[in-house]
Every structure is written in structure tokens, then in C-alpha cells.
């Protein structure tokens, strides 16, 4: 019996799958099997396989065969799971010897079933569970964090740390005289927009000299310390917790504590100590930008003379305002430092986690801004400062 | 299938990082279907030659020639063309982190072919197999050994069929049996797709069990020494620094 059970002709492949021996279904090749070409459809075999009864054995035959690629080895491998599901034999003798090296190749390491990680289903309670627990080690997390960093200021303090001073100076660098751009053109536009809306409002009732309070106090106690607060988070924190996860990434930290270096008191301790002096300076120059933009948009716009408008202001602002205003930057400074090494130091070790880490400190570190500036507006209040 | 045709010919080749030379006048040529295998001391500028033979670095002077073409008075676009058909494994794999290994080597499959999603995922599974990674589809690379991330590369060097495979130290912070192993898979690559392989490493090991032929870069004299199969340049060279590398320093001490 030899008759043709299937054929499948393309314009460059052929194939026929026939009967040959009583249990024996042959596979012949001819053409290109590679390139730009498709390869055989795997259903042929497989139909071929379902309409011939007592197959024992799958042969193939392709000396008419020019040119193959991985699709071709691919739908062999088809072939033969094909085969062991249905207890045939496949004889792959006829095949290219590129081919069947390639075949041999796959299966010399058996295939790891274990070593797909389960993808198991989990209930929502489970996960929320989870998620409970893991935001109670995260806190844990971060208090311990804390409490280093707290240990690790009242060494320096005492004297006692491996503290460099020339690395805080770097960073006082880095993120002050270099920072001063981007502070004085965003205060300068939060000094205009706040003098805009004030503007608008109080001109109503004829009170416009009142301006200069409003964007002096709300400069100073305020929005100063909390832009440059943010910039200063987006700009150094994001760059610390990169460079603190690079340096993860590549061991380095693991080289300090080799060496009985702490990373806190070497890595993170310079830049807290640097934020925290540098911004009431930060602070103190937004000040005087964002009145400056508070000042150009009344003169400009409103029947205000500008020593009207400037000795309005200093009446306006009272010292203790002013030191607040610093006072917070000062702290805010501690939070973007604090959490740009935290989130660095917890990094992975991936360019992928390093990125992570990055989004981490900065959501860390706004959100610790205006979360802990709300609670000085409530215990402003309280004490009637 | 080792054959005479000339598949990559190295012309004149200067290197250079602004105006300071790495190694200038490098010429070679390698045959389709052998190991080929780039050679030195440390820092005489091998994985430099081998940045230029893959596009990433312009020479300063002279010129690769791919199958008798000019590879970099090619226009951009060619040049990318071009590129698809090699493959190159990075020294310690340089797969995408946040990509499980299934994904690495689908990315140019993706980009490049338009097959259907079931066969390119028959694809993935075929070449994680072919480095013996059958399993580990949806594992990260941070999640795998070295060895492991290794040959995870191979398998993304791999994916598009390439004609030539280019390796960087391919046994660079391996244990001598998986190095060894990998060895084997270069030979076995070699034999059954027939392509052409270009490895640089200073291993000697490797170098005397896979390279079918060799060039030595100086880093004293800022270029090549000479090219030649390693175990017929260790017989016969008279070049005292060849066969102070080829043995370790022995020939040195000897003297």
C-alpha cells in the first residue's frame, strides 16, 4: 500500500505524508523549509496521524530539502510530542544532520518541570492579608532605618563616626549652588501665581496692598520650604537612591561592611548632614524669589507703589515665621535624604529594581513632605506660633 | 562544514579612543563555519575589536568586510539590517532584568518576524532547550545562576537564526566544567547550524579545544602578532610573546 494521505504544496514546500510500510507514515520534504517560508503546519501530521490506523512508526525523508531554520526543528519537536503521546516511534534518519544534532542538543537536559514557579491562585482575603504584612515589616523596616540613622548623628555629634566631611561637602555642592536654577524659576512662578490669585480676590473689596501679605507669609511659612522641599526630592533625593542601588548592585556596599564600614554612617550620613544644612540656605534664597514674583505681578498689575508694596511685606513677615519656614526645610531636607538612602539601600539587584527604588524614594520623600508639613500647620496652630 | 569561503575580513584596522591608539593595522580573515578566535593579555584591546566588529564602535581607520561587503561604508539603516543576521552573547549576559528569560529571547522575534504568537513561542522554547534551559521560560535573570544567565544570552544571541555568533569571554567567571560545557556547545553550534563564531577570550583552555583559528593582539606593540590555528602556533611560532601566552609564561621561565 504507498498512497499519498495528505499533500501540502506551497510555491517553494512541499510535503506528503504517506502510508509505506503497514505501520510505518512517512514524511517527505522537498524545497525550502526556511527564511521567509512558513513551516508545515503541524495539523497535517497530526490529521494524517488520526486517519491512518496502527501507525508504530513516524519516519521522514528530505534529501529534497535546500534550506531549514529553527521553525523547521521547531515543528520536528512537534512532531515528536506528537509521537509520545500517541506511542510512536519517530525515526529521524531521514532528517538534515544539522537537524537532528540540533534535536540531540535540545534534549540532552531534560526539561525542569519543577522549575516553573506555580502560579497559584490566591483569595482576595489572602492578599490583603499579605499585603498587611508586608507593609507592617516595611514599617518596621523603616523605623530601624531611623533609629540607625538617629544613632548614627548622635555619633557624629560625640565625634565618633566614620563620617567625611569632604564627602558632605560634594553633596552640599551638588545639591545647592547647582539647585539654585531650578529653585529660583519654579519659587519665582509659585511667588507670581500666588500674587495672581490674591490679586483677583482682594482687589474686590478694594484691599489689594494686602498682596504683599499674603505672598510674604505664604512664601515664608509655607510654600517656599515645600517647593524647594520637593525640587530638592525629585532632583538629589532620586539621584541618592540610584546611585545607593547602583552601588548595591555591584557589591559595593557589601564591600564597606567587609571592611566593618557602616554604609549608614559613610553613605547615608554625609548626605543627611548635607541637605540638612544646606536647605535653610535653599529656603531663605526661595524666600526672597517668590516675594520678588509676588512683588513684579503687583507693581505691574495692581495701583501698588513699590516701597508701599515692600514695607508692607516686611511688616508682614514676622522672624518667627521666618525661622518656621527655614526650621522646616532643615527637616524636610532630613526626610529627602532619609528616604532616597532608605529606598537605595533596599534595592535589589537588577537595573530593573534600581529603577524601582528610584519611584520609591521619591513617592517616600513628597509624601513625607506634605504629610509631616500638615502636622506642623496643626502644631503651629496649637501653640499659636 | 567548514569551508574556504571568506565570511568576515578584517582590513588594515586602526582603533583608536579619541586620539589615543589601541592597536592599529589588525588584519584577518575568517573562513564560514570556524571558530574564530581573538586572543591577548588583558587590556590589549580584544573585546575593543570585537565592539567594532558588531557596530558598536567606528574604527578610525579601516574597514570589516562581511561576506566581501563593506560593513561600515554602509548607511545606518543597512548597517542595522545587517546586524540581525549575527548574534552576540555579552560577558556576563547583558539580558534585560525586568524581562523574564522567555521574553529576552522573544524581544527580536517580536521586532523582527511577523510569526505568529504559538510559533514564536515554540521558538523561545527550542532555543532555552538548545542551552539546555527547558523550564526556566519564566524565570528572571536575577533569579538564575551566572552559568545559568550565561546561556540565557546565548539562547537571545541566538533567536533570529544569526550567521555568525559573536562571544565575548565566554568563560569569564565560570567553574572549568560549565565553562567547558559551554565550549562544547560552541563546537556543537558550530557543526550543526554551520554558522560562524567568533569568540574572544584569553582562557587557554578554550583556546586549545575550540578555535579552528586565532589572532594574538600585543598590547606593547599596539597590534596583531599573527594568525594561525593555537596548536599549530604553539608547535612552530617563533614569537617569544605568542608562546609565553600560549604557555602560561613557561616559555619565559625556560629560558
Redesign the interface.
Given at each position: 500500500m504507498r498512497s499519498a494521505i495528505v499533500e501540502k504544496v506551497d510555491s517553494t514546500l512541499s510535503l506528503v505524508v504517506e502510508m509505506q510500510a503497514p505501520a510505518t507514515l512517512l514524511i517527505k520534504l522537498t524545497g525550502n523549509v526556511?527564511g521567509h517560508n512558513?513551516?508545515p503546519s503541524i495539523g497535517v501530521v497530526r490529521d494524517a496521524l488520526d486517519q491512518a490506523t496502527g501507525v508504530r512508526l513516524l519516519s521522514f525523508e528530505s534529501a529534497g530539502v535546500t534550506v531549514w531554520?529553527?521553525?523547521f526543528?521547531?515543528f520536528i519537536?512537534?512532531c515528536a510530542d506528537l509521537c509520545r503521546k500517541r506511542n510512536v516511534e519517530l525515526q529521524g534518519d531521514g532528517l538534515p544532520?544539522?537537524?537532528r544534532?540540533?534535536l540531540r542538543?535540545?534534549?540532552?537536559?531534560?526539561?525542569?518541570?519543577?522549575?516553573?514557579?506555580k502560579t497559584v491562585k490566591t483569595h482576595i482575603l489572602q492578599k490583603l492579608g499579605e499585603s498587611a504584612i508586608q507593609a507592617m515589616l516595611g514599617a518596621t523596616e523603616l523605623f530601624r532605618f531611623l533609629g540607625e540613622n538617629l544613632a548614627a548623628l548622635a555619633n557624629l555629634l560625640r565625634g565618633r563616626t566614620q563620617f567625611r566631611w569632604s564627602d558632605a561637602l560634594l553633596v552640599m555642592q551638588e545639591c545647592g549652588p547647582q539647585a539654585l536654577g531650578i529653585i529660583a524659576m519654579i519659587n519665582f512662578l509659585v511667588g507670581l501665581i500666588l500674587a495672581f490669585v490674591g490679586a483677583t480676590e482682594l482687589t474686590r473689596f478694594g484691599a489689594s496692598i494686602y498682596v504683599a501679605d499674603l505672598v510674604g507669609i505664604a512664601s515664608v511659612r509655607e510654600m517656599a520650604c515645600i517647593m524647594t522641599g520637593i525640587i530638592l526630592c525629585g532632583r538629589t533625593g532620586a539621584a541618592f537612591a540610584a546611585q545607593l542601588g547602583t552601588m548595591k548592585v555591584n557589591e559595593e556596599i557589601s564591600a564597606l561592611e567587609t571592611f566593618g564600614i557602616s554604609p549608614v554612617e559613610f553613605l547615608v550620613l554625609p548626605r543627611m548632614v548635607a541637605l540638612m544644612l544646606v536647605m535653610p540656605f535653599l529656603c531663605a534664597f526661595a524666600d526672597l524669589i517668590s516675594i520678588a514674583g509676588g512683588f513684579i505681578v503687583s507693581v505691574c498689575m495692581l495701583d501698588v507703589s513699590a516701597t508701599e508694596y515692600l514695607a508692607r511685606t516686611v511688616q508682614a513677615i514676622q522672624l518667627k515665621s521666618f525661622l518656621l519656614g527655614i526650621g522646616k526645610g532643615s527637616f524636610f531636607g532630613f526626610l529627602v535624604a532619609y528616604s532616597g538612602c532608605l529606598r537605595g539601600i533596599q534595592s535589589?539587584?537588577?537595573?530593573?529594581?534600581v529603577?524601582k527604588a528610584t519611584t520609591r524614594a521619591v513617592v517616600t520623600g513628597i509624601t513625607a513632605i506634605i504629610a509631616s508639613d500638615g502636622i506642623f500647620a496643626v502644631l503651629c496652630h496649637a501653640l499659636q506660633i | 562544514m567548514k569551508s574556504d569561503r571568506i565570511k568576515i575580513e578584517i582590513q588594515n584596522l586602526t582603533m583608536a579612543y579619541g586620539s589615543r591608539v589601541v592597536m592599529r593595522d589588525i588584519t584577518a580573515r575568517i573562513n564560514q563555519g570556524s571558530v574564530f578566535v581573538i586572543m591577548g593579555n588583558s587590556g590589549s584591546g580584544k573585546s575593543t575589536l570585537l565592539r567594532h566588529l558588531i557596530g558598536l564602535q567606528c574604527p578610525a581607520q579601516g574597514d570589516v568586510l562581511y561576506d566581501g561587503k563593506s560593513f561600515w561604508g554602509m548607511d545606518d539603516e543597512s548597517r542595522k539590517v545587517q546586524l540581525r543576521k549575527y548574534g552576540v552573547l555579552f560577558q556576563s549576559g547583558a539580558l534585560w532584568s525586568s524581562m523574564t528569560l522567555a521574553e529576552n529571547v522573544a524581544l527580536p522575534l517580536i521586532e523582527y518576524t511577523d510569526w505568529s504568537a504559538v510559533d514564536r513561542d515554540d521558538i523561545v522554547r527550542l532555543k532555552l532547550a538548545l542551552v539546555g534551559l527547558s523550564g526556566f521560560e519564566d524565570y528572571y535573570p536575577a533569579e538564575i545562576s551566572g552559568g545559568m544567565r550565561k546561556r540565557a544570552g546565548l539562547a537571545r544571541a541566538m533567536a533570529l537564526d544569526p550567521e555568525i555568533l559573536f562571544f565575548d569571554e565566554p568563560s569569564a567567571g565560570l567553574d572549568p566544567i560549565t565553562s567547558q560545557n559551554l565550549d562544547k556547545l560552541i563546537l556543537e553550534l558550530r557543526d550543526s547550524l554551520g554558522a560562524t563564531i567568533v569568540v574572544v577570550t584569553h582562557e587557554l583552555a578554550s583556546i586549545f579545544m575550540i578555535a579552528d583559528d586565532s589572532i594574538f593582539l600585543d598590547a606593547d606593540t599596539k597590534t596583531m602578532r599573527v594568525q594561525g590555528n593555537p596548536n599549530d602556533l604553539l608547535q612552530h611560532s617563533s614569537d617569544a610573546k605568542l608562546r609565553a601566552f600560549l604557555t602560561r609564561g613557561a616559555s619565559l621561565e625556560a629560558q
Open positions: 526556511g512558513n513551516p531554520d529553527s521553525r526543528v521547531a519537536r512537534k544532520e544539522g537537524v544534532r540540533l542538543l535540545a534534549q540532552a537536559v531534560p526539561e525542569r518541570t519543577d522549575a516553573r514557579p535589589g539587584y537588577s537595573a530593573a529594581d529603577g | -
